[in-house]
């Protein structure tokens, strides 16, 4: 092994807040997107689905990222009330970071020229909006005039230029510049006012509202001039709304679970209906759509579930192409041992997802209950995962659907969960203070061991077991029908096991600890065959092997992946440094040359090792 490469990464979800509208924008000239999730801005090219960048600078949650007119600059603001600019070339360099509001920021815009920019937000009291120079950060401006959070601003395209502004209060500012100072203001919503947007040639301004209606303003003089018609209207608050290229027609997206294209007329007076996308038949909370792009020859809107739907623009009728993605700790990963190109991940929201190698995105599992997940082990066509609820469940999967699932409650929360290989309806769950001895969900045995368990394996043909203890100790088992006999204590760790994995051949098994150090045994004479494995600086989470059982991979919250090679001394490593913003949290082997790994940042990796 001499080193390691990113091949591809599945990126997350945009994250999604109920009640509220999203922000995603784009780069119209390369046909890029920005989102935010957690601490990162994803861009994502729509004509490659697998080529994503990450930008995870920020120290608080993201919640705008935009491009500069000329795509070469990216501001993104946070939830802290500070705004980052940086390039989006040559490993995004930092030109400058501001602290513009004291509170989170909704929702920022550039000036046409680039020079300035505004953002609004929550003041925590002091001011909503702030303009400033984008190279100094000197407030250019006075925004007077809302009394509560503001959650959208947009710059007038076009000379003379003018700021527009609505929030909670339901009021539509306007501000005229610079230095921009109160012109006037509209109290025509009923609900707050959730996104407001100039036409491209500057000539009209919609604002879309709670109250399930779009209003239209004359860009010029901020006069309302119509509104877009009730007739076929939304049902629900309306969350985004956005502008063709050619300022014929707007996007809006809304809570009623449907997206609408409208017509506005040549002189603003109204707007009407020319075609609704329903996002899906299913009576969901997630078919909520929160936010919307109008770009090029695509129509992009957002799930309140994470659900990326691209529609053309060109030919309203032909079928979206969908994508999603995790939007959480992405805790537990599995390649399917059949089929070497589909990966199982799940995150503790009890979202499975199923991913193709070479495709991405395939599929969301769509289980029949709905049950958080801690852990999820996955054979041939079986899922078994077990959650907070003290319950383990069995999934059949027949052709990447779910079959009817079923359950057993073990009176405990479970800990952890292994599966026997060689005969799969064998499984080992651990909790706090012992081990359960599940056959086909029935409980063969339940075993209080008087010591606090962190972790268990049970050997591929389920004669042999091994717990790992909050004491550092590994006592391993013999099974014989329901019986556990403790054979032997293995004392090397110096912190409380956290992973336990038998490697594929059977010959050896690897365990890892809270104090960053990972070790390899042999199976028969409980011997160390590799160890020195200390290279994290924090607690290991997970730990894979590869399928000829020749190299182990470690990931931990130190956000490292280290991949060791069996028979080499452990100094040869390789490390695979800010494998995941936050720490790694699943590893997984998919052959000899690609390991997966997933963690905090919602996203999955797929690494090739290149061979000497």
Wanted: glycine fraction near 10%; proline fraction near 3%; include cysteine.
């Amino acid at each position: 092994m001499a080193e390691v490469h990113l091949s591809e990464t599945y990126a997350c979800a945009p994250s999604t807040e109920r009640g509220r509208g999203i922000l995603i924008s784009g780069n119209p000239k390369t046909d890029t997107i920005l989102y935010c999730n957690g601490r990162s801005v994803l861009i994502r090219y729509l004509d490659k689905p697998l080529h994503v960048e990450v930008y995870g600078e920020h120290g608080y949650p993201v919640t705008v990222a935009r491009y500069s007119p000329n795509g070469e600059w990216i501001a993104s603001a946070d939830v802290s009330g500070s705004v980052r600019i940086w390039g989006t070339h040559n490993g995004f360099v930092l030109k400058n970071e501001f602290k513009v509001l004291s509170g989170r920021i909704d929702d920022l815009q550039w000036s046409p020229d680039g020079l300035r920019i505004v953002a609004c937000g929550d003041g925590k009291g002091k001011s909503f909006v702030r303009a400033f120079m984008w190279d100094s950060g000197t407030t250019v401006g006075d925004f007077d005039g809302h009394s509560r959070r503001v959650l959208s601003c947009e710059f007038k395209p076009t000379r003379p230029f003018r700021i527009a502004t609505c929030g909670e209060d339901f009021l539509v500012n306007f501000y005229e510049g610079p230095p921009f100072k109160f012109k006037l203001s509209h109290r025509e919503h009923s609900n707050f006012v959730n996104c407001i947007r100039f036409s491209p040639d500057g000539s009209k301004l919609i604002s879309v509202s709670s109250d399930r209606k779009g209003l239209i303003y004359d860009g010029k003089s901020g006069e309302k001039i119509g509104e877009l018609s009730s007739e076929d209207g939304h049902h629900g608050s309306i969350y985004a709304v956005c502008w063709s290229p050619d300022g014929k027609k707007v996007l809006t997206v809304s809570a009623d679970k449907s997206a609408k294209v409208w017509e506005i007329l040549e002189d603003g007076s109204g707007g009407r209906v020319i075609k609704t996308f329903a996002s899906s038949t299913s009576n969901a909370v997630e078919d909520m759509l929160v936010g919307c792009l109008w770009q090029n020859d695509h129509l992009i809107t957002v799930s309140l579930g994470g659900i990326i739907s691209i529609f053309s623009a060109s030919d309203l009728d032909k079928a979206p192409l969908s994508f999603s993605g995790h939007m959480k700790n992405v805790s537990t990963l599995t390649a399917l041992k059949n089929s070497q190109q589909t990966i199982l991940s799940s995150s503790y929201d009890g979202v499975i997802i199923k991913w193709i190698r070479g495709v991405g995105y395939s599929s969301k599992l769509e289980k029949k209950y709905d049950a958080k997940i801690k852990c999820l082990a996955a054979v041939e066509e079986v899922i078994f995962t077990a959650g907070f609820d003290n319950k383990v469940w069995r999934v059949p999967l027949c052709e990447g659907e779910c079959g009817d699932a079923e359950h057993i409650d073990i009176g405990s929360q479970p800990l952890d969960l292994s599966l026997a290989l060689g005969s799969p309806e064998l499984a080992l769950v651990s909790t706090e203070s012992g081990v359960v001895l599940l056959d086909s969900l029935k409980v063969m045995s339940k075993i209080d061991l008087g010591f606090t368990v962190t972790a268990c394996a049970i050997a591929p043909d389920g004669s042999e077991a091994i717990v790992g203890g909050q004491n550092g100790k590994l006592h391993i088992y013999s099974i014989s029908g329901n019986t556990l006999t403790e054979e032997m204590v293995l004392e090397k760790h110096r912190g409380a096991i956290t992973v336990i994995q038998y490697s594929p051949d059977v010959s050896m098994f690897a365990s890892a600890d809270g104090n960053r150090e990972a070790i390899v045994w042999d199976r028969v004479s409980k011997e160390v065959k590799l160890n020195n494995m200390l290279f994290h600086t924090a607690r290991i989470n997970c730990l894979a092997w590869s399928p000829s059982s020749t190299i182990v991979a470690t990931g931990s919250i130190d956000t490292c992946v280290i991949i060791y090679e069996i028979g080499k001394p452990a100094s040869s490593r390789i490390t695979i440094k800010n494998a995941h913003l936050g720490g790694v949290y699943g590893l997984a082997f998919m052959d000899d040359f690609n390991v997966v790994s997933s963690g905090e940042d919602a996203c999955i990796r797929v690494w090739r090792l290149a061979t000497e």
